[in-house]
């Protein structure tokens, strides 16, 4: 097993400031409001709010005519890894909030995939008790979520974060008061590409139908790191 930190910030870019340059590393990004423009040494894209990216090379953000505000992931190749590692470089106007940092154990004799998707319950919607294939970090974007996991029960409000482990059961339910939606960043064995990882614990929930709707936004198969 690989001992490997997983972080996420939430970063502020405001409008029409200096562009911002991220080093290789495997990441993910999220739009949560405004829009960039991705720009690495082979391509170049727009991202617009809820729109989402995943590479490991060099890229620099270039923000327009509106703020904006990114969910960013960061897997370290180091389990010691601190957030200062993955700070914004000579970038005085933006600012960055970690969110949550993660110890992840990977299994190396794996390769790995790194998935950014959505998930939306309708009001007073519940996750069976379930596993997945791999790690990850989610937060939420709107409503409210409670996760039951070895023994313990949270909420999470929006803008709050939570790391799964992935192999221990978890059972979740949402809000009656609106729909809820959370951005999730989880890693997966490359043979889930294009897959659902969700696994079902008991057997009388197999056959119910699940109410939650789920959307990839980006994948992409990691190299050893």
């Known amino acids: ?75 370290a190749d180091d389990a010691n890894a601190v957030s200062d590692d993955f700070a914004f470089r000579s970038a005085p106007e933006t600012t960055s909030t970690l969110k949550i940092a993660a110890d992840l154990d990977l299994d190396d004799r794996y390769t790995w995939l790194m998935r950014l998707d959505t998930v939306t319950f309708p009001p007073g919607g519940e996750a069976f008790t379930h596993l997945h294939q791999g790690p990850g970090v989610r937060i939420t974007r709107d409503g409210e979520i409670t996760i039951e996991t070895e023994g313990t029960s949270r909420t999470y409000g929006p803008g709050s974060a939570w790391a799964e482990k992935g192999v221990l059961p978890v059972y979740a339910s949402t809000t009656d008061a609106s729909p809820t939606t959370f951005v999730r960043c989880f890693l997966l064995p490359a043979q889930n590409k294009g897959a659902s990882s969700l696994r079902i614990v008991t057997p009388e929930d197999r056959g119910r139908v699940n109410t939650q709707k789920y959307r990839v936004l980006a994948e992409r198969i990691m190299r050893p790191a």
């Open 1 to 75: 097993m690989a001992g490997r930190k997983f972080f996420l910030f939430e970063d502020t870019i405001p409008a029409h400031a200096r562009p911002v340059y991220l080093p290789t590393g495997d990441r993910s990004l999220y739009v949560r409001s405004g829009s960039v423009d991705v720009v690495s040494a082979t391509a170049s894209r727009f991202l617009w709010e809820g729109s989402a990216f995943t590479a490991r090379e060099e890229v620099t953000l270039v923000a327009e005519d509106q703020d904006v505000v990114l969910w960013r992931w960061e897997l």
